[in-house]
């Protein structure tokens, strides 16, 4: 497990190489992103890495809004797509109609997620989905629990808060 110092010094860093599951990533803090908000994105991509093994982080997808960390399907459209952090309700309504067939993921910094659910239950109200919504509250102390020193995540559902919408 990370130590408080080494959190610290990734607080303080802009660029971090991290792993999961063989993979690796660098994640470049953007001035106006929080730390809570990369390790977020980091989690999201080791949490679903499993599932879609070519989940990439910021990538333009020829959409209005350009997800955190996203899977793409050989045309191109998306089979996950992952959102740290603040989403509103016009963009979750948005994506949810324009993507029924992709699994979404929101991902909250130490949030109770009733509030979250109530605004997914509202967007995706009357509409036919194939694929599952995630809400997802990391824990204040995620970046200690998992992320290791060698900068290795190890998280699964298991660690989380979480729920799953259809």
Do not use: C
Request: overall charge positive; charged content about 30%; cysteine-free.
């Amino acid at each position: 497990m990370a130590s408080r110092t080494d959190v610290d010094e990734l607080r303080l860093r802009r660029k971090w190489t991290l792993r999961a599951h063989g993979r690796q990533v660098v994640f470049v803090k953007k001035p106006i992103e929080s730390t809570e908000h990369v390790v977020m994105k980091a989690l999201i991509w080791a949490l679903y890495l499993p599932q879609f093994p070519d989940l990439t982080v910021e990538i333009p997808v020829g959409d209005k809004y350009k997800p955190d960390v996203v899977s793409l399907d050989a045309s191109g459209e998306p089979l996950f797509w992952g959102e740290a952090g603040d989403v509103s309700t016009a963009k979750i309504r948005s994506l949810a109609r324009r993507h029924r067939r992709t699994h979404f993921a929101l991902a909250k910094w130490n949030t109770r997620l009733a509030p979250l659910a109530a605004i997914v239950e509202d967007a995706l109200n009357g509409l036919g989905r194939a694929a599952p919504f995630d809400l997802l509250s990391f824990p204040v102390d995620a970046a200690e629990r998992f992320i290791d020193d060698d900068g290795v995540i190890r998280v699964t559902h298991d660690d989380l808060v979480w729920v799953r919408r259809f």
